[in-house]
């Protein structure tokens, strides 16, 4: 059994890269549906029925559980596939299985709070609450922020917590097809400085969420000002696995070592982009 890891395209890399420094030997498989790619723009049963296609075919293939490295179909499709598609499922292919989504570890790197804790019920955090406000700035796609997911579960658990949220409608789409960088670089300054004259002030600190946007985090870097904190999906996404996988231990992992790219596009090498931030050339097998 392996690990699987989707995304509508190469964003899930930034994610993935991270999972397999963090559980090394464990096997691997990464679906990317760049053939529908980018979700963002679409609507909200495309995105689930798109999601849940995905998750099978890496089921089909060997995974066992699958973590959606995309914020739009963590937002949009995870709950709807867990409740009413995942226990189908494992009965279909004989074995437990999962699907695991990349907001809620994100959330609590946010928050510095577990997803347990609820503000009006837990005395537990709350001498450890700041007086002031802080600012979070969000860069999302449409779909993620039409779902204000961010907005609506770190409000449950920090009042003295503002999310602030910027749509980049195209980016996520600009960045997987491989645009020139100085392209990138004035779309993710435009972003940055509407976002600034929204608050009227800098945010206090970022999600990227959009796990594309993780692949130029460099830019957004140079248009925001120095030093200030960028949450780290990848990171927060690979400890919460770690955790998930030490509750269950029914869950069987691969440990070849094996590392499988698949796309629902065309197959073979991927952008230059891609293939410098991934570490070395990077081919897709068709799914």
Not at 24 to 33: I, K, Q, S, T
Request: aromatic share 8%; glycine share 10%; proline share 5%.
């Amino acid at each position: 059994m392996a690990i699987g890891v989707f995304d509508s395209g190469v964003g899930g890399l930034t994610i993935h890269r991270t999972l397999t420094r963090r559980f090394p030997g464990r096997d691997f498989l990464y679906l990317a549906d760049q053939k529908h790619a980018p979700y963002g723009g679409r609507a909200g049963e495309e995105i689930v029925d798109l999601t849940r296609a995905g998750c099978e075919r890496l089921f089909a293939e060997g995974a066992s559980v699958v973590v959606l490295a995309c914020n739009t179909a963590s937002a949009i499709a995870l709950r709807r596939l867990q409740q009413t598609w995942v226990p189908e499922a494992a009965r279909t292919f004989g074995r437990s299985v999962n699907v695991l989504g990349i907001i809620v570890p994100t959330i609590e790197a946010a928050t510095g709070l577990p997803w347990t804790y609820a503000r009006e019920t837990d005395d537990r955090f709350r001498d450890e609450r700041k007086s002031a406000v802080e600012v979070l700035g969000l860069f999302c796609t449409q779909a993620t922020a039409n779902s204000r997911v961010y907005e609506i579960e770190i409000d449950k658990r920090r009042e003295d917590l503002a999310v602030f949220t910027e749509p980049c409608p195209g980016l996520a789409g600009q960045i997987e097809t491989g645009v020139d960088e100085d392209e990138l670089r004035t779309t993710v300054r435009d972003h940055v400085e509407a976002l600034r004259r929204r608050i009227g002030r800098w945010p206090d600190k970022v999600i990227l969420g959009c796990t594309h946007y993780g692949i130029v985090a460099h830019l957004f870097a140079e248009a925001l000002p120095e030093g200030t904190p960028v949450i780290g999906q990848p990171d927060a996404v690979a400890d919460a696995l770690e955790r998930y996988f030490t509750r269950h231990p029914e869950y069987a992992l691969g440990d070849q070592g094996r590392l499988r790219f698949l796309t629902t596009g065309s197959p073979g090498g991927q952008s230059e982009r891609v293939e410098r931030f991934w570490g070395e050339p990077l081919t897709f097998e068709k799914a």
